[in-house]
């Protein structure tokens, strides 16, 4: 408004100095060239105010923008960072899986080694003593080991722990095997039933029967058959390992038993897993 007043006031002194005695025609003129500026001066007046309310605004938006692309930078960077480590810890995990890939096929080779080992033996040993198997003796396989189970009727009298000529003859051809298989463990168990011992002098349980049966077989072996006697231990079992746990006169008589645990040297499969 400020701005059509002085407008109005210049012209209406330029009127007066110049001294002229307008027209009525040429006053309409001047009027409405005023009124025209005036109008003209309230739009500029309007345009700038909106001109002023929306550099702010853009102002404000800019600012927004800057805001969200540094979050964003931000997030990328981070993102970046993330990355670089899933990418780190991916390589690190495939050069883990290969090493234990490496290492799964050693170890499988080992024990085919050793099962083709044991059932090799199993087969001699049964060979060996097919004549016996009908008397209460025979050869499996458990948990990579050859078991050869005889029933104490097959190696001694009732409550004795004297083998008898017949339990030597089994024991004799046992030993031939193995004497030929020197990279062979033996363990000799001896293993009771759970009925209390009557009646038999120094023996006073089935812990003591057990350990001794164990060590008059493994006497046998290495002082007889001449067995290697650092390849073998004898251990008692007593009556707590029995193979049938009912007690029919049949079961009873299968937990009577010595069992010969013969178990292939693996000292490669022994040296991979204390690495």
């Not at 210049?10 to 307008?22: D, G, N, R, Y």
Request: glycine share 4%; charged share 30%; net charge positive.
């Amino acid at each position: 408004m400020k701005i059509k007043y002085y407008l109005f006031a210049i012209i209406l002194i330029t009127a007066l100095h110049s001294c002229v005695v307008m027209s009525p025609k040429k006053y309409k003129a001047l009027i409405a060239g005023r009124d025209s500026l005036a109008t003209r001066s309230a739009n500029l007046e309007t345009e700038a105010s909106q001109l002023r309310n929306d550099t702010a605004k853009l102002h404000q938006e800019i600012a927004r923008l800057k805001g969200n692309y540094g979050s964003l930078n931000e997030k990328y960077n981070a993102l970046n960072t993330d990355l670089d480590k899933s990418s780190k810890k991916a390589n690190q995990l495939a050069g883990d899986l290969q090493q234990r890939e490496a290492r799964l096929k050693e170890v499988e080779d080992i024990l085919k080694k050793r099962d083709a080992a044991t059932n090799a033996l199993r087969d001699k040993l049964s060979k060996a003593l097919l004549g016996f198997q009908q008397s209460g003796l025979s050869v499996d396989i458990k948990n990579g080991k050859v078991y050869v189970s005889l029933t104490d009727k097959l190696l001694f009298p009732s409550g004795s722990i004297v083998i008898d000529d017949k339990g030597k003859q089994a024991l004799k051809q046992l030993a031939v095997v193995l004497n030929k298989e020197q990279d062979i463990n033996i363990a000799v168990e001896g293993h009771t039933d759970d009925k209390k011992i009557k009646n038999l002098g120094q023996i006073k349980d089935n812990w003591d029967l057990s350990v001794l049966r164990a060590t008059s077989v493994s006497r046998y072996l290495t002082e007889t058959e001449n067995v290697d006697p650092h390849r073998l231990t004898a251990t008692g079992k007593g009556e707590f390992q029995p193979v049938d746990p009912a007690q029919t006169p049949e079961a009873l008589a299968k937990n009577r038993r010595i069992e010969i645990v013969l178990s292939p040297k693996l000292d490669e499969l022994y040296n991979l897993i204390s690495k």
